[in-house]
Every structure is written in structure tokens, then in C-alpha cells.
């Protein structure tokens, strides 16, 4: 629930604690259940869920924790529903507590473009709270109250690279990427609760 002082702000909530209204999935419905005003997804095939409205430019906040060596993500301007990964963002979810130097695969990160600048994540079982803010070209991760990610699309301008010269998966270059879609949470093998899940359009 929303405080008043969020909703003055323009936050609007995207999960009431009790249902997925507002939620689909790309998979099995089943393999996502509310577990104590969270969002928990309970058994591989689940794959993704995502909300039903688009955003654009936007501030998304959320609670997660997972169980020990998970991998999960929480994708962003998510365009395709059959191609998560070709048409959206991921800012990658996994168990890398006190794991240093951070890589662009580790909790944080903008997957496969940009590593996290520190590793803030806490162990598994323990609750994080992250801040995702899409604002044009600019995508911006704050993990448990610490920036760690700050990155400019539009320097991303040619398939399969990174602008440090590094290969990434992706066939259309970031900047290309759709600047609006849905918001996903990635079902990949593993238990991971969201919860406090809210969104403040720009």
C-alpha cells in the first residue's frame, strides 16, 4: 500500500500485496503465488511475469530477496512478450553478496552492458530494495541506497558491442532498444520474492 505522501508524489502501486491484478505471464500463471504480501515465483516453468500497462520514463521501486544461488532479473521497457531479452532491459538479480570485482553479469547490473561500480547486494534470504529509473536515454540502478549503475543508451550504438570494446548478446544496439514497454520479473529456476512494488512516471 501507498503512503499518502507516495501517492502525493505521483507513485502509482503495482502490486497490492493480495492478487496479480494488473500481472500476466509468459508461462504457467501457477508458478507465480502470493506468499505474505509478496510476489513468489515457486517452480521453473513460471517464466516471466509482467504487468499488463506500458511505461516509458519512469522510477521503479521494489523489495526482493532470493534463496542461496539464485539468478533471476527484473526487465524494463520490456516490448516483446515472445523476446524479453531482444526487446527489453535486464537488470540482473543473483546471488553475488561480497562477490568483488563486480561483472556485468552479477546482482545490479545492466546485464551483459554494464557492470555495477560496487557490490552492494546482501545474502541471499535478506530483503533489497532497488530503485530503477529510465528517464530517455539514461538507465540508472540504486541497490540498499547506493547508485551502482548509470548508463547513457545512446552510447550503446552498435550490435553485439559494448562501448568498452566488450561483445554482448544483444542484436539491435541499445540505443535501439524499445523506450517503452512492460515491467518483467524473470522466472529462472530458482525462489524469489518481490514485494513494495511501485512505479513514478517521469
Partial sequence: MLTAKEQAEGWISLFDGETLTGWGATGKTEGWVIDDGSILCTVRGGKYLYTEEHFDNFILALDFKT???????IFVRWADLNDAVQS????????THGKEPATNHDCGALY?????TRNTCKPAGEWNQMNITCDRSIIAVELN??????????LWDTPRKNPDGSRNKFGIALKDFPRGG???IQDHGGKIWCRNIK???L
Avoid at 89 to 95: A, H, K, N, T, V
Avoid at 112 to 116: F, G, H, R, V
Avoid at 145 to 154: P, T
Wanted: glycine letters at 12%; aromatic letters at 0%.
Fill in 145 to 154: 541506497g547506493a547508485e551502482i549503475v548509470r548508463a547513457d543508451l545512446d
Fill in 67 to 73: 534463496e542461496p544461488n539464485v539468478n533471476s532479473g
Fill in 112 to 116: 551483459d552492458a554494464l557492470a555495477p
Fill in 182 to 184: 512492460h515491467i518483467g
Fill in 88 to 95: 527489453g532491459l535486464e537488470i540482473q538479480i543473483l546471488d
Fill in 199 to 201: 512505479v513514478k512516471p
